[in-house]
């Protein structure tokens, strides 16, 4: 699912962020029977300072609101340990849940359980293929982040070359969007860059340093790399280090974890794509808050990113992800 219109971007340039209602104090409703004023945030994998990000800014939108926030997470991003959680969660009856699904169309079965029994839907950073089920979405515009990254790719590059796309696990609405728009951008306005295609890296940072190995054994042309999140940029810069490559194939890395602004610091990354994991928390909590409150929702949201380059790293630090509040 697309989670709203292309905007137009540019390097260093911020998209813009969508305006939200928010509910405040007032009457809750929880036709299931449970607390309703409880709400639950079920991030895609623990521990990951995306989703760490991402909670502190649910934690204290929900604190200000008078909501209790409570968070369960997965020990890896995989459907098949998200699932359990959901159902588990469901069991307890809160309010609402504010799920990042970890498969656009394997959450959905547990996902509209959880609507069923009552517990009003708001999706955080990814979604489900099936637009009926969440009331609202909140996430960065990842077409045109992967539209970005191209356009920032291409000019560090120099507009020439092979490059290579590291996704990480196929299913993710997010990183295949950002792929996916990649892509496009390059077939569209950058035809001296040859793609060598999406490879997958089960979200794991070993695996994109062991496929950033074995690309340059097959295409020692290898000119710059588009790694399409946390896991997947972290890795390609262990995997250009490790060949010794570091500076002469460039990256440009989605998220902002303390290692990845490490990484950009000491030049082994060219270019990161932030978001804003702790407004899609907070709008996330707000969205839930509207919704048991009978106040209106909005169904798409979306956040700002920017993309981080050396130059314009000092004045960008408010974009740099925690791991911890
Ligand atoms: O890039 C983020 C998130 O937006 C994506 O959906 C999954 O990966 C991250 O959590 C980073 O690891």
Redesign the pocket.
Known sequence: MRTGGRAAVLAGVMVTAAALVTGCGGSVSNSGGGDAKKLVLIP??AN?P??ISMQCGAEARAEQLGYSLDTQAPTQ?DASLQTPIVTGVIANKPGAILI?PTHASAMASPISQAKNSGIKVIEV??ALEDTSIALSSIA?DNVAGGELAAQTLSKLVGGNGSVLVIN?KAG?S??DQRAQGFEDELKRNHPGLVSLGVQYNN?EAAQAASIVTATLAAHPDLVGIFA????SAEGAATGLRNAGKLGQVKVVG??ASPKQVQDLKDGTVQALIA?NPGDIGKQGVDQAVAALEGKPVTRTIQTDMIAITQENLSSNEQYFYKSGC
């Open positions: 895609g994998v990951e995306f989703y991003f990042a950073d990814t960065s990480t993710t997010t990183t979200n399409t999140n946390l896991s989605f998220d978001q």
